[in-house]
């Protein structure tokens, strides 16, 4: 069975630009550290991913594996699950939550749920899981207020 965890991050930008960045899939390899390539394979009508086929390489964790992915109409929120058990996952489900805040700023939040094909004891997983997320919100951050500040 899989845990949720969940941590979010204040990012200097509109929820309309994070959520552009987020849903640029193609481009996550330039700067998300362990994306070796996002590559989507299939298109709702309007244009947004569908599915997309990952390859990461953390290290210790290699992996690839497909995404099927689901937007609110505003994009304010972007969810996603695995199409079908991965090497190194037998499921994954997250999201991204946005909120527009008074000062321009948009607080987003990560849920992750993953279930390891491979035993990892509880205390190591949540570690990972933790830097995992820390990682990916910090990297989405800096990738965000950059791409903000170079228009």
Request: glycine fraction near 6%; hydrophobic fraction near 40%.
């Amino acid at each position: 069975m899989a845990d949720s965890s969940t941590q979010s991050i204040v990012i200097g930008a509109s929820p309309d630009r994070v959520a552009t960045v987020i849903c640029d899939f193609t481009r996550y390899p330039e700067w998300t550290e362990a994306m070796r390539r996002a590559e989507v394979i299939e298109e709702y009508e309007d244009g947004y991913a569908s599915q997309v086929r990952f390859a990461i390489d953390a290290g210790v964790l290699a992996d690839e594996y497909v995404l099927a992915y689901e937007y609110s109409e505003d994009l304010t929120r972007i969810e996603w699950h695995l199409v079908a058990p991965s090497k190194m996952q037998r499921s994954q489900r997250g999201a991204y939550d946005l909120v527009g805040n008074p000062d321009g700023t948009t607080t987003v939040t990560y849920t992750l749920e993953v279930e390891l094909s491979v035993g990892m004891l509880g205390m190591f997983r949540r570690k990972a899981e933790k830097m995992i997320m820390d990682t990916a919100l910090k990297q989405l951050k800096l990738r965000v207020e950059e791409s903000g500040a170079a228009r």
